[in-house]
């Protein structure tokens, strides 16, 4: 079948890039949120926003992808249809990305992709790019049954508000501090990044308080999805967090929640156990390349 290139990808074709990402997370699972239009905007539309695809003879998006400058960084996303894999059009397009992306005056070349496969591995990887971060989309359904897990009696749960964000913080700050890429951010960072999407759930956050009043451990929400869970070193070891996450989760069944997603970053292996033995299952895996610089290629 002959493709036509389409270059510019304009803005009025968002609809149809949506169509053909979720005839992809069909097939390679992910994340029900990639293919929202908020973040299809994000990733297609824009100033500094270059798309372009590859449209059959019946006028279908059949593959599509953009360049997008973030932080100094030149980052690259694509999608082809699964109908139509195994015939070079990754690869296509992935050249035409990296040519625009080397065009650009910025930093690094960076790669993204929300279910990586061992094709589209193999293929980055061919072309000079290398892994530089990966985790695990975990789904569970709530129509299962949750397990009996119940907390520490030396503990009290609240739900997030404006009076414990700060705690809420010290908790994070302290369960994640030593862990591979901590951002170091401050609190105001750390809440914004925490809260202010609109699907942040207050309900479902919950701080877990020592008897002295000292945070102990914490869990944050958004709807249908776990952004994070931690527990202060001092109190692992007792259930804590398997607790405070059944607790999250029971929340979310009773408001009629039928499906929650989480990330795990694939150099976790505890928090994916953790998971795991809630009922968590991998149904892709979110990725990251990076170019290497000249001067190592």
Do not use: K
């Not at 992935?94 to 293929?123: K, M, N, P, S, Y």
């Not at 451990?217 to 958004?222: E, N, S």
């Not at 990330?263 to 979110?286: H, K, Q, W």
């Amino acid at each position: 079948m002959e493709l036509e290139w389409v270059d510019p990808l304009e803005e009025d074709q968002l609809p149809a890039v949506g169509e053909l990402c979720r005839r992809c997370l069909a097939v390679d699972g992910g994340l029900p949120a990639t293919v929202a239009p908020e973040f299809l905007g994000s990733r297609y539309t824009g100033g500094t926003v270059t798309a372009l695809g590859l449209r059959d003879g019946t006028g279908t998006l059949v593959a599509a992808g953009s360049v997008r400058d973030r932080r100094g960084v030149a980052t690259v996303t694509g999608q082809v249809d699964p109908a139509h894999r195994r015939q070079g059009l990754g690869a296509a397009l992935l050249d035409r990305l990296l040519d625009v992306a080397r065009g650009r005056a910025v930093g690094r070349i960076a790669v993204e992709t929300e279910a990586l496969t061992a094709e589209a591995d193999a293929l980055f990887r061919s072309r000079g790019l290398r892994q530089a971060f990966a985790e695990d989309v975990l789904r569970r359904s709530l129509e299962a049954a949750l397990p009996e897990v119940p907390l520490p009696e030396t503990v009290g749960i609240e739900e997030w508000d404006e009076s414990n964000q700060g705690d809420f913080f010290e908790a994070y700050r302290s369960a994640f501090a030593e862990r591979p890429g901590f951002p170091g951010w401050t609190e105001a960072q750390w809440v914004d990044w925490t809260a202010a999407d609109d699907d942040f759930r207050p309900r479902y956050s919950l701080l877990a308080r020592a008897l002295d009043g000292s945070p102990a451990a914490f869990v944050t929400c958004a709807q249908g999805f776990l952004i994070q869970i931690g527990t202060v070193p001092r109190w692992r070891g007792r259930g804590l967090g398997r607790g405070l996450a059944t607790a999250a989760l029971a929340r979310m069944r009773a408001a009629g929640v039928e499906d929650v997603f989480l990330d795990v970053n694939v150099n976790n292996p505890a928090s994916a156990a953790l998971f795991r033995s809630l009922g968590f299952s991998p149904v892709a895996r979110r990725a990251r390349y990076e170019e290497a610089p000249a001067e190592q290629r």
